[in-house]
């Protein structure tokens, strides 16, 4: 049965792969929630599952279940009311550890084979997993579908391809024969065994917690390790109905579920701590603040550690042929999902003696308040921008956006709130534009939501200073430029790369800064603060595996 | 010229590439001194070359130099009265920065064409480098010249391969296209660069000082990291040539020799930790005591860190069609480098009951005693057997002689002192071979030097799992085993998949358990606490660059 699972989807992995390889446009899943693609009431029947999941006990039996927990709160104003059952943390890692025995012999194929069954039926959810993601980060229904579901997927399925590569590198058998003059060779046989790290643990984050969870998942589970994933209490859903589809095909494929269980916990208890510090786990993947991402690194010594964590993100304006074009994709990125993304542009870099353009010099000025025009426009029809901004996280972010206002900076576009025509009780806020001058230290931290900073420099090379600093020293997930000077160019793509961050160039059209695309953009460098790994390249799978040889004379 | 080096050797790196991923036997340098190979008067030339090197300051020009150190002893019985010139911290990890702006830039074929040069030289040095490592490990020459020269330029390669063939996958540019329904597709491109992470440090140890540097040295190298090396205070010379010859190349190639220097240092000082702590050192590698090896893991946070450490190896023997096969076998193996290998058998494991063999069946103490009398026999005669044994490294580990003869347990074969017939001075001591019980807590530590323990169990299943629980708690870097049965054989590699320990099978030939042959053995597994990496894998050396990219409309 579960090799049944790797011969039907082969065809699949092996497009994955090459994919990775090229690094060209490719997905499986369509990110389109289009009939054609999934179905005519695929819609409405993931609507009405999601529906008939509130103010309910979550349908999941967890062994050692010890009373439940859960108080979720959707953005958009009310509570979800589900429960979930609440495992202690030791109970957790004993099931895995009892998992872990027959799945760790199963082997690659079957691990890749269960992973990716795993995938496919995840995206035939993909309507309910967007209605449980779009009510507990806030996206907009359009966001949540995509990158809740089949961009999630992509990344799922880009680690269980590279996964899947570096194990399939490992031959089962090699013949040594080594030469002896004119004696007889030496021969040996040697066998070869891919074998688990143990235990792995994925803590979810509550703006992306399919997008930013998969990617650790799958690279563990296809590599042969148990996986217990703790969502954050925010947004346990998405990950729990995760965990329920990963365990309907453990069971089919003749495993105890429990290679895959769900640590739901209480806000601020310890269960992350405790779990992470836990001798036997091995590998683990996080998304969330710097805080916490640097304390795992600083105290899970017994795992392997990935973390995603926060950077200031930098723009750089140095001369355009088409201005309106430039602040029309700023505009968007800032605005979408209310800035709430790691990859969101913060401080935006023009020299205040103003940039070149097509129609000749466009002053400091003039270039940010068409930036703040640019956003009032595209926040100017409430009912369609609520689509794009969704609706705020948590009420922190908000206090945020005060907390910016109250730096007392020129204002180049003040956040509004709006009503949602159709959430009475959802939090909506359009960005805030703040004018700053270069060396501002308030600006050099994140600012995390929809706040943004046009920041005067003295020139570009002084832009490009700043932000190749800011880089190494903050960290940063995105830097966009720019410029229709080759050599400015040419001195922007050192910087990103003696600082480490990908760089985007004269994004004017329907490319954002803010996103990047499976099997090509790597996500993330691992090579600046922001994050310790990117999503994803070998270096991202190859430790979650060792391998154990046996030889002998033959 | 530096691109002239990779075109010159892209045959030789294409068949390393093939090697590691067949597994079979492989090596461009031949493991024999003979003539034949290396040339009439390459014996003569290397012992001139080592001879003229002796009592004066190494020919090494370091920036920054601020005086000199050097007190290397040969276990042999004299000083070498070589000096170096010694460079401070700060210094060194400065002049690396600033030769780093260049060398960065250069990319993976010219990092690897240079470190494929460098490894040519090193070969045609051989000779020299075997009296270096003779002179500071104690190695018997022939050892000496193998592991410390063509076996050691074999594991340089084999991570320079991995390096390779980790980055030859990261195109240098991709078309991405991406349909849009009716209207144009959206056409980006998008340019890989691939970046090292910066400075590297390697720690070497003072009994295999090339063949555990080799790999860190230039799997950093071939991508793009400057390289710092520490050798022991005690072993320095082999690693002052590497360095010597690593500085010719660059220069010939046009870099700043300091993308390689050496920091030698006095004994006892903190230039390790000083090295280790810098926030400009990224990559650490190091072989030696689990007490170092855990003080980087915890310390040096800001950088990756490849340890090799203690380990205590195991040795199950449940029947053998071959008994004298097995002692012979093992005794070689206790006796080759008086123990002073990370791979040296400790713990020999024989059901108290006794073992069955093709002669029937044979008593615990029979065993025990074939074990120590093949011990006796091989050392037998000194002036052939001094050959085998080389010297003793330091006075240390003749001191745990003593102490592992004061522990009072019975004596299968003591450890002889014996005088070298060509060097007076010589520190030479045979195995010590100790009868213990299962459970003693003298013998779940390692007794580095050529120490071992014949352990009576209770059964073979006892055997198992004694072996495997100390893999699992103390590490371990080799396993070995004997059975004619294939049930036991099965339990047996399961207890090594469990505990992640490489096994060996029934060895009564010429092939022993301290031995890996690179291409073919992975060396350590990365899986037990002998050693967080393998030699070499995917996994140690994807991480030592990222991939920083720049997209753009097209």
């Known amino acids: 049965m579960s090799s049944d699972f790797f011969e039907r989807h082969q065809p699949v992995l092996e497009r994955a792969v090459a994919a990775a390889a090229d690094r060209g446009y490719w997905s499986p899943f369509p990110e389109s929630p289009s009939p054609r693609n999934y179905g005519e009431t695929a819609n409405e029947d993931g609507r009405a599952a999601f529906e008939a999941l509130r103010g309910k006990a979550f349908p999941l039996a967890l ?3 010890d009373g439940t927990v859960g108080a979720e709160q959707s953005p958009y104003g009310f509570a979800l009311g589900i ?10 890692v004993q099931s895995a550890a009892r998992a872990q025995e027959t799945w760790r012999r199963a082997g690659p194929r079957v691990w890749v084979g269960v992973s990716m069954e795993i995938l496919a039926r995840l995206n035939k959810r993909s309507f309910e997993i967007a209605h449980a993601v779009q009510h507990t980060t806030g996206q907009g229904f359009m966001m949540a579908f995509q990158a809740g579901g089949p961009h999630a997927q992509d990344r799922g399925l880009e680690a269980v391809a590279y996964a899947w590569q570096e194990m399939a590198r490992i031959p089962d058998v090699a013949l040594w024969e080594k030469p002896q003059g004119k004696n007889d060779p030496i021969k040996m046989e040697k066998r070869f065994t891919v074998v688990p790290r143990g235990t792995a643990l994925v803590i979810g984050c509550s703006t992306f917690p399919t997008w930013n969870g998969y990617p650790g998942l799958f690279a563990s589970l296809a590599t042969g390790n148990t996986v217990i994933i703790k969502p954050h209490p925010a947004a346990i859903l998405p990950l729990a ?14 495993f105890d579920p429990d290679v895959v269980q769900l640590a739901a916990h209480e806000a601020s208890d310890d269960t992350a701590q405790q ?9 683990i993947d996080f998304t969330g603040s710097s805080a916490n991402g640097n304390w795992l690194e600083q105290n899970a010594r017994q795992a392997q550690v990935y973390t995603e964590k926060a950077g200031v993100n930098q723009v750089i304006i140095d001369s355009a042929d088409d201005l309106k074009g430039v602040v029309r994709n700023l505009a968007f990125s800032l ?10 542009p913060q401080n935006i870099y023009v020299p205040r003696d103003g940039i070149q353009t097509a129609e000749g010099p466009v002053s400091f000025d003039d270039v940010a308040a068409a930036l703040g025009t640019a956003i009032n426009k595209l926040c100017a029809d409430p009912a369609k921008v609520v689509e794009l901004t969704g609706a705020i996280q948590n009420e922190g972010i908000v206090k945020r956006v005060e907390q910016a206002r109250a730096l007392g900076l020129p204002v180049l ?3 509004q709130a709006l009503t949602h025509p159709q959430f009475e009780g959802a939090r909506v806020h359009t960005p805030l534009l703040l004018r700053a001058e270069a060396g501002n230290p308030d600006i050099s931290k994140e600012w995390f939501g929809p706040i943004a900073f046009v920041v005067a420099t003295d020139s570009t090379e002084h832009s490009i200073q700043l932000a190749r600093d800011s880089v190494i020293q ?3 997930l995105s830097f966009s430029a720019y410029t229709t000077d080759d050599t400015v160019a040419d001195h922007i793509q050192d ?12 994004l004017t059209g329907a490319v954002f800064v803010n996103q990047t695309a499976a099997f090509s953009d790597f996500h993330g460098t691992g090579a600046n603060p922001s994050a310790n790994a990117a999503l994803s390249d070998s270096a991202f799978v190859s430790n979650r595996f060792r391998v154990v040889q046996t030889r002998r004379h033959v």
Chains 1, 2 share one sequence.
Do not use: F
């Open 63 to 65: 062994d050692g279940a």
């Open 275 to 283: 779990l992470a510090q836990d001798p036997s786990v091995k590998i």
């Open 83 to 92: 429960t979930y059952p609440r495992v202690r943390p030791a109970r957790l």
């Open 495 to 506: 910087a990103a790369e003696v600082s480490g961050v990908a760089l985007s160039l004269n």
């Open 413 to 415: 576009a003040d956040s």
């Open 335 to 344: 605005t979408l999902y209310s800035g709430q993304m790691c990859t969101a």
């Open 474 to 476: 903050h960290g940063a």
């Open 241 to 254: 109905l995760t965990v329920q589809v990963a365990r309907e095909v453990l069971k089919e494929a003749g």
